[in-house]
């Protein structure tokens, strides 16, 4: 039984019965481990429990769904968030935590840096490329990565009344934030081949729903009226303080931009240009 919480990290579940002992060990000490049950079928959470997890179960499919439970679960006073697939290293959460806990930011969100070619395949990462110029663009937030892994206070989180439980969920989150005037920071955290079937971009079915339901929000925000802009109409700008981001040539590229287009017109023909083709994931995960 661990003795002083720090964090409650949030860890997503749905058959991830092969990450788990890896992710277990890597937790850093004062950091407790939240795994939310989504549905598995091979004993993800009977693991989860025997490994000196917290344990929820949430029988409402969607990202959302298992990630709100363990919010609403959590009780110290900083909640992070994880992937359970063994993807991200949980040795990288102080990256994200720690800014919280020195009162430098209100939210922090891990920008995914590959750490082999193949953890991040190029489709996903243009069309994340696309919503996060996007982001830009609405928010005038200096974002690079929609990522994941995150952190912010437990308390502040649940005053955002946070309504998504499907794969828009991390979106929501952040449009919340930026409405709120929150300080937003992005860190640099790695990103590794995950283990296992991806859930989202590893299926046609799954991208599309993420496409769906961050296409979702995007028009629901872009319908709300002036939040986020100058007397102008113009986004204010809501600087990263102290990220570890730099863009790339990839973020400027008019063709990159194009093609992750095209990967959210496929669900959103309000953004759709004329014979625009299809592309099949964002850069979300579950």
Not at 93 to 100: A, S, Y
Not at 123 to 134: F, G, I, P, V
Not at 259 to 282: I, K, R
């Amino acid at each position: 039984m661990m003795k002083h919480i720090r964090v409650d990290v949030v860890l997503p579940c749905l058959n991830e019965s092969k990450a788990l002992p890896w992710i277990m060990e890597r937790m850093p000490d004062g950091y407790r481990a939240i795994v939310v049950d989504n549905g598995s079928t091979d004993g993800s959470a009977e693991l989860a429990h025997r490994l000196g997890a917290y344990v929820v179960h949430e029988s409402r499919r969607g990202f959302g769904a298992a990630a709100h439970a363990g919010l609403l679960a959590a009780t110290a006073p900083i909640v992070a968030f994880c992937d359970a697939d063994a993807s991200m290293d949980p040795q990288d959460l102080p990256l994200v935590v720690d800014p919280i806990t020195a009162n430098d930011a209100d939210l922090v969100l891990g920008r995914r840096r590959p750490t082999t070619r193949s953890a991040w395949p190029p489709h996903a990462r243009l069309a994340n490329t696309y919503l996060s110029w996007r982001l830009r663009r609405i928010t005038g937030v200096n974002i690079h990565d929609l990522g994941p892994m995150r952190s912010a206070r437990r308390d502040d989180l649940l005053s955002l009344d946070l309504q998504d439980r499907r794969s828009g969920y991390p979106l929501e989150m952040f449009l919340g934030a930026a409405n709120k005037n929150w300080r937003i920071r992005e860190v640099d955290t790695g990103y590794a081949p995950r283990v296992g079937r991806s859930k989202v971009t590893g299926t046609i079915r799954g991208t599309l729903n993420a496409i769906a339901d961050m296409s979702a929000l995007l028009r629901a925000e872009g319908t709300t009226g002036a939040a986020g802009k100058d007397s102008l109409g113009r986004p204010e700008h809501r600087a990263v303080h102290g990220s570890t981001a730099h863009n790339s040539t990839a973020h400027n590229s008019t063709a990159h931009n194009s093609t992750a287009h095209n990967a959210v017109a496929a669900a959103d023909p309000a953004t759709a240009s004329p014979g625009a083709a299809t592309a099949d994931s964002t850069g979300a995960r579950s």
